[in-house]
């Protein structure tokens, strides 16, 4: 049983390979079942046998993108600078991500235009594990008043708004074929938001 299940793992891994691959060069509509399999060599048996239907493999690449996330930002390191490290998780966690990731980019911060409600529901859980880290990053700047007056959560919408905006900016800038390097327009961005929660109360 336990092959059976390290089987079925690498199995599912190998799909969600597949479909992330898809999903960034040619879009949502080439993302099928036969598709996916086609790519692994294997069955359309065994993409529903371990991942399920298209919705799926979408939900599996939504837990994918959020788990990737949370641990690329968790995995760097801390210091005594509260402010910094924010900027560090947003320039070396979230832009990293993105640009590594951009179809799991478009699943899990572009939802609409991928996934159905019912498939992103799949994939909150994860979503809310990513969240936590993040909110595990500013809790520090929040006890030093680094916010403003301004909760954590309040602090993380705008700090996630602004890398999601900047993360957009970067992709559309490659899929132009100008991939110019924009942790210098990152750095100056997030230090900026952060140094107005300092300068300014939250109404």
């Given at each position: ?93 979230y832009r990293a991500w993105a640009l590594a990731h951009p179809a799991l980019f478009q699943v899990t911060f572009q939802q609409r235009a991928v996934a159905s ?87």
């Open positions: 049983m336990g092959r059976k299940r390290v089987h079925d793992e690498e199995t599912a891994e190998a799909l969600l390979d597949a479909a992330e691959r898809i999903l960034e060069a040619e879009g949502l509509e080439a993302l099928t079942v036969r598709r996916v399999a086609d790519e692994v060599g294997t069955t359309t048996r065994a993409v529903y046998t371990s991942l399920g239907s298209k919705e799926a493999l979408i939900a599996g690449l939504g837990v994918r993108g959020f788990a990737l996330l949370a641990a690329k930002v968790a995995a760097l390191p801390t210091t005594d600078d509260p402010a910094a490290d924010l900027v560090v998780a947003g320039v070396s966690g409600p019912e498939v992103r529901k799949r994939f909150e859980p994860a979503r809310r594990e990513a969240v936590e880290i993040l909110l595990e990053r500013i809790r520090p700047l929040r006890d030093s008043g680094g916010t403003g007056g301004r909760t954590v959560r309040e602090a993380a919408l705008q700090f996630s708004g602004l890398c999601e905006g900047l993360a957009a900016l970067d992709l559309r800038l490659a899929a132009s074929g100008r991939q110019p390097d924009s942790a210098p327009l990152w750095a100056d961005a997030l230090g900026a938001l952060i140094a107005g929660w300092r300068t300014t109360s939250r109404a």
